[in-house]
Each structure stands twice: as structure tokens, then as C-alpha cells.
């Protein structure tokens, strides 16, 4: 079994940035060719796509609110992705977390939590006004 953890978060003042780390463990190897996610969840709130990477790293998509000031890109180390936010707003409070989609048809579209597997720890995200 695959498991992905974030780590990472922490309290920063809008406008600010933070760097989220996902790192997988387990039986990666035979998880194939996959897309790792981003997603995060406020309170009271359903878990939403923030967005994903390929394997190879050749293709990003995010949500329209996050474009422009989160990037995803995959680390030296194959097993880490990392989520560079910038300018913060109090909107983007919640805990994040990471996932996993084995690559196939149509997976860009395939954004609702259910499609994802892999979950493991979140990490908190607070951002002040």
C-alpha cells in the first residue's frame, strides 16, 4: 500500500508563503505510472482539489483560486512533491493533504477526493489577516 504524508504547514500572515512537503512511503514501485494531488479542507467544509502533478512531472493543473500562486513540482527526490504557496490569503486556511491517482483517461478531470487514494497525515495551514 501506498501512503502519502504533508508536512510543512504552519501560521503565516497574508501575503506570505509556505513550502508543503508530500512524501510517499510504502510499495510505491508498484503503484505504476501516477498523478499526486493536493487537496486541502476547512472547517465545516469538504475536502476540495487544490491540484496535481504527474510522475514525470510534465504536467501541473490546479483550481482557478490557487493559479498564479501555488506551484507543484516534484523534488530530486522522487518520493517528495512540493506545494510553493505564495500570497497567502485567509481563504487558503485548512489542513492540507496529498493523494494518489494511478494516471489514466481523463485523470485531470477526475478532481473530487473519492477518485484519491493514499491518504495519510494533513498538515495545518493558518493564515492571518
Known amino acids: 500500500q501506498v501512503q502519502v504524508d504533508a508536512s510543512g504547514g504552519g501560521l503565516v500572515q497574508a501575503g506570505g508563503s509556505l513550502r508543503l512537503s508530500c512524501a510517499a512511503s510504502g510499495r510505491t514501485a508498484g503503484y505504476g505510472n501516477y498523478v499526486r494531488g493536493w487537496f486541502r479542507q476547512a472547517p465545516g467544509k469538504e475536502r476540495e ?15 482557478d483560486s490557487v493559479k498564479d ?6 523534488d530530486k527526490d522522487e518520493n517528495t512533491v512540493l506545494l510553493e504557496m505564495n500570497n497567502l490569503k485567509p481563504e487558503d486556511t485548512a489542513v492540507y493533504y496529498c493523494a494518489i491517482q494511478a494516471l489514466g483517461t481523463n485523470w485531470d478531470q477526475r478532481r473530487a477526493w473519492k477518485y484519491w487514494s493514499g491518504w495519510g497525515q494533513g498538515t495545518q495551514v493558518t493564515v492571518s489577516s
Not at 504527474?54 to 490546479?62: N, P
Open 49 to 63: 482539489f487544490v491540484g496535481a502533478i504527474t510522475r514525470s512531472g510534465g504536467r501541473t493543473v490546479y483550481r
Open 69 to 74: 500562486r501555488f506551484t507543484i513540482s516534484r
